[in-house]
Nanobody, 114 residues
Framework: QVQLVESGGGLVQAGGSLRLSCVAS????????MRWYRQAPGKERELVAM???????NYSPSVRGRFTISRDNDKNMLYLQMNMLQPEDTALYFC????????WGQGTQVTVSS
């Protein structure tokens, strides 16, 4: 059974930082393409960043230069370092895995106050 469990969300002021974590089980993590998505109220779910098994990364233009995705294959952990947070980054952030992006965590809330 695949499980993805996110943590690290919270309330932060604009300009602040947060680090999200996701622990994965039930998948071959080191061979998995991993992603972070987010969904703001009233908006569609958005792909924020992805990291390949070889640690190639890709980012949404809205977060490039501010967010960094990384992984620790020894610990089955996925991270998202978020710097220079802005109110528009407020959303529920999801960890995602699977060749078809079919596995989802429950999400962790990030709220950025102005």
């Amino acid at each position: 059974q695949v499980q993805l469990v996110e943590s690290g969300g919270g309330l932060v002021q604009a300009g602040g930082s947060l680090r999200l974590s996701c622990v994965a089980s039930g998948i071959n993590f080191e061979e998995s393409l991993m992603r972070w998505y987010r969904q703001a109220p009233g908006k569609e779910r958005e792909l924020v960043a992805m990291i390949s098994p070889s640690t190639n990364t890709n980012y949404s233009p809205s977060v490039r230069g501010r967010f960094t995705i990384s992984r620790d294959n020894d610990k089955n952990m996925l991270y998202l370092q978020m710097n220079m947070l802005q109110p528009e980054d407020t959303a529920l952030y999801f960890c995602n895995a699977g060749i078809y992006a079919q596995y989802w965590g429950q999400g962790t809330q990030v709220t950025v106050s102005s």
